[in-house]
């Protein structure tokens, strides 16, 4: 199971509990929830890049998910991006956030 169906399985269990919900996604994404489309595509062609590449469209992606939501009526930002989100974050003081990460509880991960 990806991230995508844990964020649209939550998205529709809440929305199904009468909760407005958001989901900041590509434009492929099926939930219940009102969807922001960032970008157009997927970015599965992103992933076999270079670091660089991924991480330049990740951020694009994040980034412009939390302006779509700075100034706006959210309660709540629940983030299932990679450390980017965390940066993200660090800048929309206003809305609490809640950041769901993936993977291994390793030395490299477990600081975040």
């Known amino acids: 199971m990806g991230i995508e169906v844990v964020v649209s399985l939550l998205a529709d269990g809440l929305v199904s509990k009468g909760h407005e919900v958001t989901v900041c996604t590509v434009s492929n994404s099926t939930t219940k ?31 412009a998910s939390y302006l779509e939501v700075a100034g706006k009526d959210f309660d709540l930002i629940h983030d299932h991006t990679w450390k980017e989100g965390l940066c993200c974050a660090a800048f929309l003081k206003e809305v609490p956030v809640v950041h769901t990460l993936y993977g291994p509880f390793d030395e490299e991960n477990k600081a975040f």
């Open 33 to 63: 929830a009102n969807i922001y489309k960032v970008f157009d595509q997927e970015m599965k062609g992103y992933l076999d890049k270079p670091p660089s590449n991924f991480l330049n469209a990740a951020l694009s992606h994040t980034l």
